[in-house]
T-cell receptor, first 117, second 112 residues
Framework: EAGVAQSPRYKIIEKRQSVAFWCNPI?????LYWYQQILGQGPKLLIQ????????DSQLPKDRFSAERLKGVDSTLKIQPAKLEDSAVYLC???????????????FGPGTRLTVL | GENVEQHPSTLSVQEGDSAVIKCTYS??????FPWYKQELGKGPQLIID?????GEKKDQRIAVTLNKTAKHFSLHITETQPEDSAVYFC???????????FGTGTSLTVIP
């Protein structure tokens, strides 16, 4: 089966500019996650969707970050305006709900490496 | 919230030796513990997982053990090979917030 797709793979912007990332989860996966992975650290959850509804966005810096999943499939994550500390890899992951799959396995995309200058 | 600690941060072993990575968690409600392998430029890939109703799980050269009382779980890789070199992350899933918490990662180097 096709994996989680993300684009772009790399992005370099200057601080205060805007940027958007796109994610296409595995077909049929209702749950979608966006993670921020700073160099040398583990992934940190930014937002979790169940279909097109937000399950958890408690760690999303809402003054500058936004995310949507309008039709319950693809998702976009936006940063506006970007700061230097936003430099990181942004990972998208998807999974089936536990009650349907007996596992909570998350499948990760390759990530988008963002550099803010 | 949950707090997952992972040790060591770096690990070098000779090819053929075993490698052990340990994680501790704080939330007794956590009930699912996956391990991920992340190669350079790629997203994390699940290699093995364990649920809280099981104490040990093995898949060929990889095994995971869980001690619920002590709140720690470990990844064991036997007969290591150079292709095992990567960064390994543990994670814990709480059944309260349905959120994954990741450890800080272990960079494993297998020396040929």
């Amino acid at each position: 089966e096709a994996g989680v797709a993300q684009s772009p793979r790399y992005k370099i912007i200057e601080k205060r500019q805007s940027v958007a990332f796109w994610c296409n989860p595995i077909s049929g996966h209702a749950t979608l996650y966006w993670y921020q992975q700073i160099l040398g650290q583990g992934p940190k959850l930014l937002i979790q969707f169940q279909n097109n509804g937000v399950v958890d966005d408690s760690q999303l810096p809402k003054d500058r970050f936004s995310a949507e999943r309008l039709k319950g499939v693809d998702s976009t994550l936006k940063i506006q305006p970007a700061k230097l500390e936003d430099s990181a890899v942004y990972l998208c992951a998807s999974s089936l709900p536990y009650r349907f799959s007996s596992t909570d396995t998350q499948y990760f995309g390759p990530g988008t490496r963002l550099t803010v200058l | 919230g949950e707090n997952v600690e992972q040790h060591p941060s770096t690990l070098s072993v000779q090819e053929g030796d075993s490698a052990v990575i340990k994680c501790t968690y704080s939330d007794s409600a956590s009930n699912y513990f996956p391990w991920y392998k992340q190669e350079l430029g790629k997203g994390p890939q699940l290699i093995i997982d364990i649920r809280s109703n099981v104490g040990e799980k093995k898949d060929q050269r990889i095994a995971v053990t869980l001690n619920k009382t002590a709140k720690h779980f470990s990844l064991h890789i036997t007969e290591t090979q150079p292709e095992d070199s990567a960064v390994y992350f543990c994670a814990a899933l709480t059944n309260t917030g349905n959120q994954f918490y990741f450890g800080t990662g272990t960079s494993l180097t297998v020396i040929p």
